[in-house]
């Protein structure tokens, strides 16, 4: 069975680009998240979807960032336009109600 | 408030030598789940254990040993006879009732040889 999947793996853009990282969740998980963590800190939540609804979006950390899941499937993040402190790594995690969630590998984000 | 502390920010231990990493929680909700994730030099984050709060029986898998005690706050995973392979940020975790992951700030784990 596939994992969750993270596309790309690593990304570097300038200042003021625009990116889109997108999650391929596993098959069958409704419930999807975002977190990112910044360098030197914490991993912190961004959002939850449940399918293709956004339950909790409390994380996100201003209206650049733009998350998305198309018939609740994959779902994208958008950072538009991107600032040098959004560098960092952002996880996608998929779970399935009340078990754990199963996290991507990550995609390394670098705006320089 | 929801948080969780991994106090000691970097260990670095010879191989064979046993290692705890602590982890100390506080949560208002009485029904919350703790983790810890394992992230290697590769980057990704893998799943070691998840235990509810109802359950606070310790749990040994293999050289993993994991001690829940919910009269202090804390989840602490101990590691016995390690390997360098065991070398990486390993992060502790609190889901609470929002289905959100609370996590601690990690700590890195060298196992030298």
């Known amino acids: 069975e596939a994992g969750v999947t993270q596309f790309p793996s690593h990304s570097v853009i300038e200042k003021g680009q625009t990116v889109t990282l997108r999650c391929d969740p596993i098959?069958?998980?409704?419930?999807l998240y975002w977190y990112r963590r910044v360098m030197g800190k914490e991993i912190k939540f961004l959002l939850h979807?449940?399918?293709?609804?956004?339950?909790?979006e409390s994380g996100m950390p201003n209206n650049r960032f733009l998350a998305e899941r198309t018939g609740g499937t994959y779902s994208t993040l958008k950072v538009q336009p991107a600032e040098l402190e959004d560098s960092g790594v952002y996880f996608c995690?998929?779970?399935?109600?009340?078990?754990?969630?199963?996290f991507g590998q990550g995609t390394r984000l670098t705006v320089v | 408030a929801q948080k969780v502390t991994q106090a000691q920010t970097e260990i670095s231990v010879v191989e064979k030598e046993d290692v705890t990493l602590d982890c100390v929680y506080e949560?208002?909700?009485?029904?919350?789940?703790l983790f810890w994730y394992k992230q290697p030099p590769s980057g990704e984050l893998v799943f070691l254990i998840r235990?509810?709060?109802?359950d606070e029986q310790n749990e040994i898998s293999g050289r993993y040993s994991w001690n829940f005690q919910k009269s202090t706050s804390s989840f602490n995973f101990t590691i016995t006879a390690s390997q360098v392979v065991d070398s990486a940020v390993y992060f502790c975790?609190?889901?609470?009732?929002?289905?959100?992951?609370?996590w601690g700030a990690g700590t890195k784990l060298i196992i030298k040889p």
């Open positions: 949560t208002r909700d009485t029904t919350y789940y």
């Open positions: 235990r509810n709060s109802f």
């Open positions: 995690a998929s779970s399935q109600m009340d078990t754990e969630a199963f």
């Open positions: 975790a609190l889901w609470d009732s929002n289905y959100q992951l609370i």
């Open positions: 979807f449940v399918k293709e609804s956004k339950q909790d």
């Open positions: 098959s069958g998980h409704d419930n």
